[in-house]
């Protein structure tokens, strides 16, 4: 509780850069902090989440520079529920200490320090995402977001959560809404920047020498992997990024087929037919 309590403090002397969490799922928030402090060590991260989930993450907290209880955040939330769960993601950008922000959705992996580029960037635009995801949509992504503390980007906060609540009783997905919320901010000035994929890659395998979806290319790697189940291939990702390509051997597939025809030269064959004749007159004979 002292540990919460100090790190809840110091978000009053946070950094103007910093990268934010805001869930409930604390394991994978703690693994995939875990994956950017590997990156970028002198990453100053936070962490929203209710006080159960801080309770059950324990000692790991300390992977996080800032943590801030969602209830406090956020008191006019049921953040236990899996409605008030999502809207605390949604107003997640208003709770961000800092001026500068890369959000990251906790199911994510870092490959390469985003805020590199990222960071930069939001000196001249207000908000930066990815174009595009799994199936068939081409809109903005919100798995992973740089953006910047002013009142264009808190508009989009907010039409963002008008516009989902009008729809949560039907769907879970908060997808679609922040997709017609951006469009709706965009009217009123706000300022997007489109990220290539490599920034919210959905699939680890696409992380290779590969055309990805927005016919960018990860020929050196992706910077944030986004997926659900990509654990199994994360080893065979990190390997194939640090060491020197290799043709891989795929084994050719097993067909069956018709027993091949024996084939015999012409002398051979003349054998045979004359073996068989007598075989046919000496049966013929003990008849």
Known sequence: MRRLLALALTAAATPDEGYLFVTNRGDEAVASARSLRRVAPAANITFVSDAATLRDVGPSLQVFDVVIRAEKAFPDLDVHDSQGFRLQKLRGGLASPYERTIFLDSDTR??????KTLFPLLRNTDVACVWGGRGNHSGASAGVLAFSKNARSNALWRHWEAKYRTVMQRTRREQPSFQVAVRKAKDEGLRVAKLPMIYNCRNVRHCRAVQLKDGTYADKGCTVIHAHDFESDLQDH??????????RRVPAPFIRSAPRRRYYTPARGLQQRQTVVRRLQAAQERQ
């Open 238 to 247: 990190v390997e194939l990024s640090t060491k020197k390509k290799r043709r």
């Open 110 to 115: 870092a490959c390469k320090d985003p805020g």
